[in-house]
Structures are given as structure tokens and as C-alpha cells.
């Protein structure tokens, strides 16, 4: 009797559970949030201003959508409207407030909107008549002496590219006083504490194409200088440091903070972790143009503060004693947060952790516990590989990293890349400062078999080498070790008969690098210089003796307001000394040409030719790059280039007996991974056999 009922009591919930699944499936629709509709700005700008609504309105976005809640969500839209200088826009509400009947309610620019209280929509559409655009087309700048017109014009319009449309230029109210705000901001870093800056519209007709004409009124005052500097509470002559050197320097927030900066360092070097400092200017009258300032510095230094324990946490795999090697402070020590500040950036340079925080335990006390919070990332990552070139074509491959290997923070990298034309494979295995705190170390094998113009390329070898940073240089230099062996196959080189088609080579390695570049993907500014040397010698464990050298570097610099122009200059040479030039291996001759070379080739077709119309391998060769560049917009640019290459197939016909030079024109778009370049480079000058132009589409920065 009692299974029987249990068995009626299980059917009972059964039937209780399958009416409570369907009713929510009945009535999905009611349990769903209020809908909400932006038409009006173009399909993408609707859908992005309707997810920025609903992320405005959040928990408040129920079933239904109050008066508030809309109303919250119109004037965002509408302020975001006005920034972009739709300055007169109309926004119709449509409101469904259930049995299908909808309530329909505008704004525009007197912001005046009437909802009534008891307003409950269940859906609302957010219709928009933008109107005409405004845009800023000239500005008037009145005072500015200490900046020049185009730079003081530049904060309230960008600097004109060749195509610049209103959306580039949009005017509002709110942008016009930012603007000024930062140009005030500007004159304060250069010393001009009394600057004001006013910007005000004077086009008397405002309901035109939307142009706007702005006059910008800048009341400078004179240029604040220090004159001398005079200390409170404590003498930073206590603890041997001397500040004359910023007097008759401006008294800017830059300044200021430089001058705090120092005081603070040379107390903490002593121990003084809770030192305060603060700055205030005492200025004399106005004499002139200018007014000196008497800077006034209170130093609190605190108590004085030594090292406890040193403590880590969130290490489960890294072992202490290369935490411990990254913090070299010792109990007892003068605790300064500077240095350990430098342990905390070592420690981020191991690349095996996502995030190193540092605190002190307790939080002040004469005694404290340096305290490393640290978060392992993954141990294993795996990366694909994509790319395209001119000359491989289609590339892909993919990438495996493994981090803190053996708990010592060391790395291991796999790289495998298969293209159109080449196989690659390689693998790395780093040390983060094997000796000493600058210098790193890494092991690799590879492996190469690529398809050139008229051979085949193969190599393998082993290289092991140390790098390190070269402060007074600016650079990084690298020193190794490389045992390889290298092949060529179906070789139609002239000098294909005398070249050896195995060679094994030991060789020391040399590099050298500055990089003193804006940006390495996009660069508009600065410079870049190498240099590279490679010695093979049979003491070294090789077959052949040859010594290969190559420099380089490229400037680059500005000659408008959107021109740049980009210079690059590189040459090589292999030398043989002591011996004869024809041991040189076909693989370590240059083959010049191609997108990142002379332009108007594929790679290899501007190596030398010898009688009988085949490639020779240079054994020389001078690169010489320009390039003019006008920014069409913030991503696409149009380049005008011109490229020259002397080269020799003889040691003997140094620095080049042969002369090629092409011309090109080039279209690049911006990437986050470098600009996407399409060019053709025309030939001057081609030999027999050699293309009158050639097309290229790659990526990355030629130079």
C-alpha cells in the first residue's frame, strides 16, 4: 500500500514539475526585459547605442521602463548626439505600454520632454532626426605667444590631414571648453600658472551647413620663474642632496614634481619610507613679462624604517630561491620602496607571472614586511600563426611557449611555420638573467628549407648566446655561439659548379641594436640602428673560414603637418681573409630584392648576374630606401618611394660594381600589427631578364 502511494505521490510531482516547465515557456515573453530600439544613426551606430543603453540602465532595465529610466536614457543620448556636433538633433519616443497601442513623445534641443509619471513601457523605440552636423572651419587665436598659431589651433581642430571631413572636426559647446581647458593646461606646463583661455563661437548665422568659426581668447600672464628656494621642517642637504641646479628653471607642474622626486629618493635611500614632501610657490610682484617664485619645500621625513622578512605569496610552482635572487635587501636594511619597486619590475621580467604586488606588513611601525603578492599565469600557451608575403605567399604555422620550466622561471618556445615556399621550425629555451641581473641567456635549435630564385635553400643548427642591455649606449647587444650546416639543392647559379653543396659552419655571433623610434609599427619620429658580425672559422668547428658583416639604420622625421619622409641606408659585406672569396658559402651570399629591399624585384632578382644571364650570390651590397609619406587619413597613407642598390658578385669590386634603381608608389593601411602595404616599384634601369615592375602586398614596416 505505502509503494503505492509513494508511486501516486511521484506522478503527482512529475505532473506539478512539467506544468511549472511550461508555464515560464507559455508566458517567456512577459519575463523578459523591457526591449529598447535605436534607429536613425546607420545600422553599426544603431546597434552600438542601443548596447550602451542597456548597459546605462542596468539593474533598472525590468520588465518595464519608468518615465525616469527613459528619460535618463534619451538625454545620454542626446548628450552623446551633441558631441558629436549634432547640436539641434529631434528624438522620437515610441513607447509600447502593452495591448499594443504605442505613446509617442519628441525631444529636441530646448530639451523639453513631458512623460507622464505612470508611464510602464514594455518596449521603446528611440527614433533620431540627427540634423545638420556641426563642425569647426576656422579658428581665430588671440595672445598665444608661447606656442605658435598651428600648434595652438591644433587643440580645438586636429591637424588637417589630405581628407578631412566634418565627423573629424565636430563642434559642441562641451568640446570647445575641453579644448580650451587643455590649452590652458598646456601653458601651465610651460611655466604660465596665470594663463586663461576662452573660446567663444562668432559666426553670426548659426543655422547654415553647420560651419563654425571660433575665436580663442588667451590671456598668457608673465612667465613664473624660480629665484630661489627656501626649505621647511627638515634640509634635504641632510641627506646629501643638493637642489641649485633648478633655479631660473619655470615653475611648472613638471618641475614641481622632479623637484619632489629627488628629495623623495635621496630619503628613501636612507630609510625614510614615510617621507612627505610638498611645494608651494611664494611670488614676487609681476615685473615685466616675467615673475619670480620662491619655491617653498616642506620635508617631513618620518621615522626611520628597516627591512623585516621579506615574505611571497601565490608562488606554487616558481621556487623561492629565484624569488629570493630578484630581491637582494637583507633584515635590518634601511627599507627603501625604490628598490623595492626594482625588485618588483625584476621580478614582472621573469615572464611568468600575470600580475606582482607589493605591500608592507604592517602598513607603517619602524619594522616592516616586504610583501610580494604574486600570480602565476598559464604554464602553457599555444598561439596560430598568419601571414602573407610578396614573395612566400600565404603563411601560417603556430607557436607553443611552456613557462617556468623546473620552477626557475625559464622558458622553452616551438615554433613551426609552413608557407608557399618555405619550411621553418625553431626551438628556444631561455634563462631570464643567467649572470647577474642584466645579461640573459638562450638556447635554440632550427631548422630551414626554403625555396629561392635559383637554389634551394637548407639549414640546421644549434646557437646558444647572452644578451643584454648596453646603458650607455641605449642599445641591446647580443654575443653567441652558432654550429650549422647548410645546403643548397637544384642550384642554377653561375657559380654553380664551383659551390660546395654541404658546408658546416662554426661561427661567433655579434649584434648590435638602438631603437630610438616612436612607435616600431608605425614609425613617424626618431631612428633605428644595427649592427651585425658574424666570424666562421675552422677553429670554431666549421669547414670554412669567412668573416660577414652588416650595418644599417633608418631615420625618419616630419616635413608637414601630416608628411613624413623615412630615409634607411644598409650595407653589407662577407670577407674572406687569408683565404680565398670563393669558400663562401652560397647561403651566406646576399640576394637582394623584395618588399623590405629594392621594390622594384621579387626577393633574390636583384642579386648580380653573371655573363651567362644567372643569378650570382653579392658578396656586397649598398641598400639605399626613401620614401615620402602623406597621411591621407588616421589609418591610410600613400607613400612615393625610391630605391637604389649597388652590389658585387667580387670581393674585388667593392663597395659595388653593378647599379639598379627603381621607383614605386604604395597604399598602407594601419593595423594593430603594422601597416598592410600594397606597392609597385618600377625599374629604372633593368638588366636583361629582370622585371620592368613589380607588384607587393605584405605586412609590417619596410625598413
Not at 543655422?207 to 600672464?221: C, M, N, P, S
Not at 674585388?652 to 603594422?674: I, N
Amino acid at each position: 500500500m505505502r509503494s503505492k502511494i509513494q508511486s501516486h505521490a511521484w506522478l503527482v510531482m512529475l505532473i506539478i514539475l512539467a506544468a511549472f516547465a511550461w508555464v515560464p515557456t507559455a508566458d517567456a515573453e512577459q519575463l523578459k526585459p523591457a526591449a529598447i530600439r535605436v534607429s536613425g544613426l546607420g545600422l553599426w551606430r544603431d546597434r552600438e547605442m542601443r548596447i550602451a543603453l542597456e548597459r546605462l540602465l542596468g539593474n533598472n532595465r525590468g520588465l518595464t521602463l519608468g518615465a525616469n529610466s527613459i528619460e535618463d536614457t534619451v538625454f545620454l543620448l542626446y548628450s552623446v548626439l551633441n558631441d558629436e556636433g549634432y547640436q539641434k538633433p529631434v528624438i522620437t519616443i515610441r513607447a509600447e505600454v502593452g495591448d499594443g497601442k504605442t505613446e509617442t513623445y519628441k525631444l529636441d534641443d530646448n530639451l523639453d520632454v513631458n512623460l507622464p509619471r505612470d508611464l510602464a513601457a514594455r518596449a521603446v523605440h528611440f527614433d533620431v532626426k540627427k540634423g545638420p552636423r556641426s563642425y569647426v572651419d576656422d579658428v581665430e587665436i588671440e595672445g598665444l605667444q608661447a606656442l605658435d598659431q598651428r600648434t595652438g589651433k591644433s587643440f580645438f581642430e586636429p591637424l588637417q590631414t589630405l581628407i578631412t571631413t566634418k565627423a573629424d572636426r565636430p563642434y559642441s559647446p562641451s568640446r570647445a571648453r575641453r579644448s580650451a581647458e587643455k590649452l590652458r593646461e598646456e601653458l601651465r606646463l610651460r611655466g604660465y600658472a596665470q594663463a586663461k583661455v576662452e573660446a567663444q563661437r562668432i559666426d553670426a548665422d548659426k543655422t547654415t551647413d553647420g560651419a563654425v568659426k571660433l575665436h580663442v581668447r588667451v590671456i598668457e600672464g608673465p612667465l613664473w620663474v624660480i629665484s630661489n628656494l627656501r626649505f621647511e621642517k627638515a634640509d634635504p642637504q641632510d641627506v646629501g642632496l643638493k637642489l641649485a641646479s633648478h633655479v631660473n628653471h619655470p615653475w611648472t607642474p613638471t618641475e614641481q614634481q622632479n623637484m619632489a622626486e629627488e628629495i623623495r629618493q635621496a630619503y628613501y635611500r636612507k630609510g625614510y619610507a614615510d617621507i612627505s614632501v610638498n611645494l608651494r610657490p611664494e611670488a614676487a610682484p609681476e615685473s615685466g613679462n616675467r615673475r619670480q617664485v620662491i619655491a617653498v619645500i616642506q620635508v617631513e621625513p618620518g621615522p626611520l624604517v628597516k627591512v623585516g622578512n621579506v615574505r611571497f605569496e601565490g608562488n606554487e610552482h616558481t621556487k623561492m630561491s629565484i624569488l629570493q635572487r630578484r630581491v637582494p635587501a637583507k633584515t635590518g636594511d634601511p627599507l627603501d620602496p625604490v628598490q623595492f619597486e626594482r625588485s618588483r619590475y625584476r621580478l614582472s621580467r621573469l615572464g611568468v607571472f600575470d600580475a606582482v604586488d607589493l605591500h608592507y606588513d604592517p602598513a607603517d611601525g619602524q619594522v616592516r614586511d616586504p610583501v610580494y603578492v604574486l600570480r602565476e599565469g598559464a604554464r602553457y600557451e599555444a598561439n596560430l600563426l598568419a601571414g602573407y608575403g610578396s614573395y612566400e605567399q600565404l603563411r601560417g604555422g603556430v607557436e607553443i611557449r611552456q613557462m617556468d620550466l623546473f620552477g626557475r622561471a625559464h622558458q622553452s618556445r616551438l615554433e613551426l611555420v609552413q608557407s608557399m615556399k618555405s619550411t621553418r621550425g625553431e626551438y628556444t629555451y631561455s634563462v631570464p638573467e643567467l649572470f647577474g641581473e642584466t645579461i640573459d641567456g638562450t638556447a635554440r635549435v632550427f631548422g630551414l628549407q626554403r625555396q629561392e630564385l635559383a637554389f634551394q635553400r637548407q639549414e640546421f643548427g644549434v646557437n646558444a648566446a647572452l644578451k643584454r642591455q648596453i646603458p650607455w649606449l641605449r642599445a641591446e647587444g647580443t654575443l653567441g655561439y652558432t654550429l650549422q650546416t647548410l645546403k643548397n639543392r637544384d642550384n642554377e647559379l653561375t657559380t654553380r659548379t664551383a659551390d660546395d653543396k654541404n658546408v658546416n659552419v662554426g661561427s661567433i655571433d655579434f649584434g648590435i641594436t638602438r631603437d630610438r623610434r616612436d612607435s616600431p609599427l608605425r614609425p613617424r619620429r626618431g631612428y633605428r640602428w644595427f649592427g651585425q658580425v658574424e666570424a666562421a672559422n675552422q677553429a670554431f668547428g666549421g669547414e670554412v673560414n669567412y668573416e660577414r658583416f652588416e650595418l644599417g639604420g633608418a631615420y625618419h622625421f616630419a616635413v608637414g603637418t601630416w608628411q613624413f619622409m623615412h630615409v634607411g641606408l644598409t650595407h653589407g659585406v662577407i670577407t674572406t681573409f687569408g683565404t680565398t672569396d670563393a669558400t663562401i658559402p652560397v647561403n651566406k651570399r646576399f640576394f637582394p630584392g623584395g618588399d623590405s629591399s629594392i621594390r622594384g624585384y621579387q626577393d633574390g632578382e636583384a642579386a648580380p648576374r653573371g655573363p651567362d644571364g644567372r643569378f650570382v650570390g653579392a658578396k656586397t651590397y649598398t641598400l639605399l630606401n626613401v620614401e615620402y609619406e602623406q597621411v591621407l587619413t588616421e589609418s591610410w597613407s600613400a607613400v612615393v618611394f625610391a630605391d637604389a642598390l649597388g652590389a658585387a658578385a667580387r670581393l674585388a669590386d667593392y663597395p659595388f660594381d653593378q647599379r639598379l634603381y627603381s621607383v614605386g608608389l604604395g597604399l598602407r593601411y594601419q593595423t594593430l600589427v603594422g601597416p598592410i602595404r600594397l606597392e609597385y616599384g618600377r625599374n629604372i634601369n633593368p638588366r636583361v631578364g629582370d622585371p620592368r615592375g613589380t607588384f607587393h602586398f605584405s605586412v609590417g614596416f619596410p625598413f
